[in-house]
Protein backbone atom coordinates (compact mmCIF):
# COMPACT_ATOMS: atom_id res chain seq x y z
CA UNK A 1 0.00 0.00 0.00
CA UNK A 2 1.28 3.75 -0.71
CA UNK A 3 2.54 4.89 2.57
CA UNK A 4 2.20 8.64 3.90
CA UNK A 5 3.68 10.70 6.61
CA UNK A 6 2.26 13.59 7.89
CA UNK A 7 4.76 15.67 10.21
CA UNK A 8 3.86 18.44 12.33
CA UNK A 9 4.98 20.94 15.08
CA UNK A 10 2.14 22.05 17.46
CA UNK A 11 2.41 23.84 20.72
CA UNK A 12 -1.09 24.17 21.73
CA UNK A 13 -2.59 21.90 19.49
CA UNK A 14 -4.26 23.53 16.50
CA UNK A 15 -2.03 22.18 14.07
CA UNK A 16 -2.22 19.14 15.61
CA UNK A 17 -5.71 18.97 14.65
CA UNK A 18 -5.32 20.03 11.38
CA UNK A 19 -2.90 17.42 10.62
CA UNK A 20 -5.42 14.79 12.30
CA UNK A 21 -8.18 15.79 10.50
CA UNK A 22 -6.32 16.05 7.11
CA UNK A 23 -5.59 12.13 8.24
CA UNK A 24 -9.13 11.72 8.72
CA UNK A 25 -9.91 12.92 5.14
CA UNK A 26 -7.23 10.67 3.58
CA UNK A 27 -8.16 8.17 5.48
CA UNK A 28 -11.83 8.35 4.13
CA UNK A 29 -10.75 7.87 0.06
CA UNK A 30 -8.94 4.80 1.74
CA UNK A 31 -6.10 2.59 -0.18
CA UNK A 32 -3.30 4.73 1.68
CA UNK A 33 -1.21 4.01 5.06
CA UNK A 34 -0.76 7.18 6.79
CA UNK A 35 0.89 7.89 9.69
CA UNK A 36 0.67 11.12 11.57
CA UNK A 37 3.68 12.18 14.17
CA UNK A 38 5.06 15.19 16.04
CA UNK A 39 8.25 16.49 14.06
CA UNK A 40 10.47 15.80 17.26
CA UNK A 41 9.71 12.10 17.12
CA UNK A 42 11.04 11.45 13.39
CA UNK A 43 14.06 10.89 12.29
CA UNK A 44 14.13 12.44 9.08
CA UNK A 45 15.96 9.58 7.34
CA UNK A 46 12.73 7.61 7.63
CA UNK A 47 10.91 9.69 4.97
CA UNK A 48 12.43 7.88 2.67
CA UNK A 49 9.80 4.82 3.29
CA UNK A 50 7.37 6.79 2.43
CA UNK A 51 6.01 7.70 -1.36
CA UNK A 52 4.88 11.62 -0.04
CA UNK A 53 5.08 14.02 3.08
CA UNK A 54 2.73 16.44 4.39
CA UNK A 55 4.69 19.33 6.61
CA UNK A 56 2.73 21.57 8.77
CA UNK A 57 3.49 24.11 11.07
CA UNK A 58 2.15 27.26 12.88
CA UNK A 59 2.31 30.82 11.76
CA UNK A 60 5.64 31.56 14.02
CA UNK A 61 6.43 35.49 13.16
CA UNK A 62 5.54 35.10 9.18
CA UNK A 63 6.98 31.62 8.46
CA UNK A 64 7.12 28.25 9.35
CA UNK A 65 9.15 27.41 13.22
CA UNK A 66 12.60 26.57 13.40
CA UNK A 67 12.39 23.59 13.68
CA UNK A 68 10.29 22.66 10.61
CA UNK A 69 12.98 24.54 8.71
CA UNK A 70 15.93 22.61 9.90
CA UNK A 71 13.63 19.49 9.02
CA UNK A 72 13.05 21.05 5.60
CA UNK A 73 16.86 21.35 5.37
CA UNK A 74 17.41 17.96 6.66
CA UNK A 75 15.47 16.68 3.93
CA UNK A 76 17.10 18.14 1.36
CA UNK A 77 20.27 15.70 2.34
CA UNK A 78 17.96 12.86 1.31
CA UNK A 79 17.54 11.36 -1.83
CA UNK A 80 13.55 12.13 -2.56
CA UNK A 81 13.52 12.38 -6.28
CA UNK A 82 10.51 11.49 -7.84
CA UNK A 83 8.08 11.57 -4.39
CA UNK A 84 5.55 13.77 -3.62
CA UNK A 85 4.72 16.96 -0.38
CA UNK A 86 2.22 19.21 0.33
CA UNK A 87 2.23 21.47 3.40
CA UNK A 88 -0.59 23.10 5.77
CA UNK A 89 -0.34 25.98 8.34
CA UNK A 90 -2.11 27.83 11.25
CA UNK A 91 -2.10 31.29 11.29
CA UNK A 92 -3.80 34.18 14.11
CA UNK A 93 -3.39 36.72 11.33
CA UNK A 94 -5.15 39.78 13.77
CA UNK A 95 -2.86 41.37 16.08
CA UNK A 96 -1.03 44.32 14.32
CA UNK A 97 2.06 42.88 15.78
CA UNK A 98 1.89 39.77 13.66
CA UNK A 99 3.21 39.03 10.10
CA UNK A 100 0.63 37.89 7.62
CA UNK A 101 2.70 36.08 5.08
CA UNK A 102 1.76 32.62 5.17
CA UNK A 103 3.92 29.88 6.92
CA UNK A 104 2.86 27.73 3.54
CA UNK A 105 4.32 29.69 1.04
CA UNK A 106 7.81 29.84 2.58
CA UNK A 107 7.82 26.39 3.62
CA UNK A 108 7.34 25.28 -0.26
CA UNK A 109 10.03 27.90 -1.40
CA UNK A 110 12.27 26.11 0.66
CA UNK A 111 11.68 22.70 -0.36
CA UNK A 112 11.95 23.74 -3.64
CA UNK A 113 15.30 25.42 -3.25
CA UNK A 114 16.45 22.53 -0.94
CA UNK A 115 14.79 19.24 -1.32
CA UNK A 116 15.60 18.40 -5.09
CA UNK A 117 13.27 16.42 -7.03
CA UNK A 118 9.71 16.74 -4.20
CA UNK A 119 6.79 17.87 -6.14
CA UNK A 120 3.44 19.59 -4.78
CA UNK A 121 0.58 17.35 -4.64
CA UNK A 122 -1.55 20.85 -4.24
CA UNK A 123 -1.23 24.04 -2.81
CA UNK A 124 -0.49 24.38 0.69
CA UNK A 125 -3.53 25.24 3.01
CA UNK A 126 -3.63 27.64 6.03
CA UNK A 127 -6.09 27.41 8.12
CA UNK A 128 -7.04 30.61 10.90
CA UNK A 129 -7.41 30.36 14.31
CA UNK A 130 -9.33 32.00 17.05
CA UNK A 131 -6.95 32.91 19.42
CA UNK A 132 -3.30 31.84 20.16
CA UNK A 133 -4.65 28.48 21.77
CA UNK A 134 -7.21 27.81 19.59
CA UNK A 135 -9.98 26.83 18.87
CA UNK A 136 -9.90 27.32 15.04
CA UNK A 137 -12.63 29.78 13.39
CA UNK A 138 -15.43 28.19 12.38
CA UNK A 139 -15.48 26.79 8.80
CA UNK A 140 -11.70 25.99 8.86
CA UNK A 141 -12.17 22.07 10.51
CA UNK A 142 -14.02 21.40 7.50
CA UNK A 143 -11.48 22.97 5.09
CA UNK A 144 -9.04 20.65 6.23
CA UNK A 145 -10.83 17.01 6.22
CA UNK A 146 -11.23 17.58 2.31
CA UNK A 147 -7.83 19.07 2.15
CA UNK A 148 -6.90 15.24 3.20
CA UNK A 149 -9.16 13.92 0.81
CA UNK A 150 -7.74 15.87 -2.26
CA UNK A 151 -4.42 14.87 -1.14
CA UNK A 152 -5.28 11.29 -1.27
CA UNK A 153 -7.05 11.53 -4.33
CA UNK A 154 -4.39 13.32 -6.20
CA UNK A 155 -1.97 10.73 -5.05
CA UNK A 156 -4.14 7.67 -6.56
CA UNK A 157 -4.35 9.07 -9.92
C1 LIG B 1 5.99 32.67 19.05
C2 LIG B 1 4.74 32.82 18.25
C3 LIG B 1 4.72 33.67 17.13
C4 LIG B 1 3.57 33.79 16.35
N1 LIG B 1 3.60 34.60 15.26
C5 LIG B 1 2.49 34.71 14.46
C6 LIG B 1 2.50 35.50 13.28
O1 LIG B 1 3.49 36.14 12.95
N2 LIG B 1 1.38 35.55 12.54
C7 LIG B 1 0.25 34.87 12.87
O2 LIG B 1 -0.73 34.97 12.14
N3 LIG B 1 0.20 34.09 13.98
C8 LIG B 1 1.28 33.99 14.79
N4 LIG B 1 1.24 33.22 15.93
C9 LIG B 1 0.01 32.49 16.25
C10 LIG B 1 0.09 31.04 15.86
O3 LIG B 1 0.39 30.89 14.50
C11 LIG B 1 -1.23 30.33 16.12
O4 LIG B 1 -1.62 30.51 17.45
C12 LIG B 1 -1.14 28.85 15.79
O5 LIG B 1 -2.43 28.33 15.56
C13 LIG B 1 -0.51 28.03 16.90
O6 LIG B 1 -0.48 26.69 16.48
P1 LIG B 1 -0.22 25.50 17.48
O7 LIG B 1 -1.39 25.40 18.40
O8 LIG B 1 -0.14 24.30 16.59
O9 LIG B 1 1.08 25.78 18.18
C14 LIG B 1 2.39 33.08 16.71
C15 LIG B 1 2.41 32.24 17.84
C16 LIG B 1 3.56 32.11 18.61
C17 LIG B 1 3.56 31.21 19.81
Do not use: W
Amino acid sequence: MMKVIVVYESKFGNTKLVAETIGEGMREVGGIEIDINELKEVDPEKVTEYYAILIGSPNHFGGPTKGVKKFIDKLGKLSLEGKMFAVFDTYLGKRSDYFFEKAVKKMEKRINEKVRGLKRIAPGLSINVQEMKGPLVEGELPKCKDFGKKIATKLKT
